[in-house]
């Protein structure tokens, strides 16, 4: 009965040393939600959120979040497991601003 016992014990003991090394390598599978990319957005620029939605693009999975501003649209990119603001960029001004390439 004591072994039973004590294999429980160091079982249990095990496997929340595993816990607790995930858990300080601050893995987080699951990432930000949309909800909480959406308010990250919106700190960045003021305005109405349009339009949402989540991308995977370049190995990353992030959230592509479109708001009208009162001085335009911008583009809001934000890492989905990271909750890092990848981009901020207002419609018009970035690589393809509607003009022929020229090269």
């Keep these: 009965m004591l072994k039973k016992v004590t294999t429980v ?13 995930v858990s300080a390598q601050g893995v987080k599978p699951e990432g930000i939600s949309m909800e909480k990319a959406k ?3 919106l700190e960045q ?11 995977h ?3 990353r999975t992030k959230y592509e979040i479109i708001i009208q ?6 583009e809001v990119e934000i890492d989905k497991s ?19 390439y020229d090269d």
């Design 9 to 21: 014990i160091l079982l249990l003991t095990l496997f929340s040393f595993n816990l607790l090394a």
């Design 45 to 55: 620029v003021k305005g109405e959120i349009l339009y949402a939605h989540l991308e």
């Design 39 to 41: 308010q990250i957005a």
């Design 82 to 100: 990271t909750g890092k603001v990848l981009e901020v960029e207002k419609e018009g001004e970035g690589e393809d601003n509607g003009e022929p």
């Design 57 to 59: 693009d370049d190995g």
């Design 69 to 74: 501003a009162k001085d335009g649209k911008y």
